[in-house]
C-alpha cells in the first residue's frame, strides 16, 4: 500500500465532545486533512513539544525519546495504519543496529513521539478516502487560525436537502470546524448510497 505523507498542523478544542480536543493532520502534497479526537492529556503532551515547553521533569514521551537515545534506538516513522469503528489505529517503526521493529500504539502517542523524534508520520489513502476532508484553496479562515475554534450554530436535521448539508459542510470547513464537517460527511455519504 502506498504511504501518503502527512504533517501536524494544529490542536483545537472539540465543541462537540466535551474535554476533547482535535488533533489537525493535513496533507504534505494535497488538500485534505485528518482530524483525530484526543483527550485533553494527550492534547496536552504534543502540545508541550509544539510550544516547545521544556518540563522540570521528563513525561512520559520524553522519558522514552531519552530511553530510546540512549539505548540505540531510532524511530524511523509513524504509520496511522488502520481506522476501526471510529478510532484511528497506528504503528511505530522503530530500527536498531539495522532491525526494523513494528509496535503498535495509540494515535495520539504516535503524534506525540513523530513530533519529538522529528520523524515523518503517514497514512494510507483508503483512510483519508474515508476520513480525510477536502479543504479548498480560499477556505481557510484567518480567525480560526488564531483561536482554533470557532462554532457554528446550524444543525443538521433529517429534514435538510442534500444542498443544505452540502452548504453546512462549507461552512464548517470555512470554519475549520473538522469534526463537524466529518459529521455532515458521512450523513451526506449515508444518503447518497441509499439513494
Known sequence: MEKVDLRFLRITYSHTHAGAYALILTEVEGDRRLP?????????????QVENIKPARPLTHD???????SLGVKLKEVIINDLVEGIFHAKLVLVQKGKEVEIDARSSDAIALALRFDCPIYTYE????AAGLKVEEGE????AEETGVIKSEKKPSAASTMEELRNMLEEALDNEDYERASKLRDEIK???QTN
Open 140 to 143: 481557510e479562515s484567518e480567525g
Open 63 to 69: 522519558l522514552f525519546k531519552n530511553l530510546s537515545d
Open 126 to 129: 483508503f483512510i483519508l478516502g
Open 190 to 192: 449515508r444518503r447518497e
Open 36 to 48: 483525530i479526537i484526543i483527550g485533553g492529556v494527550e492534547a496536552q503532551a504534543i502540545a508541550i
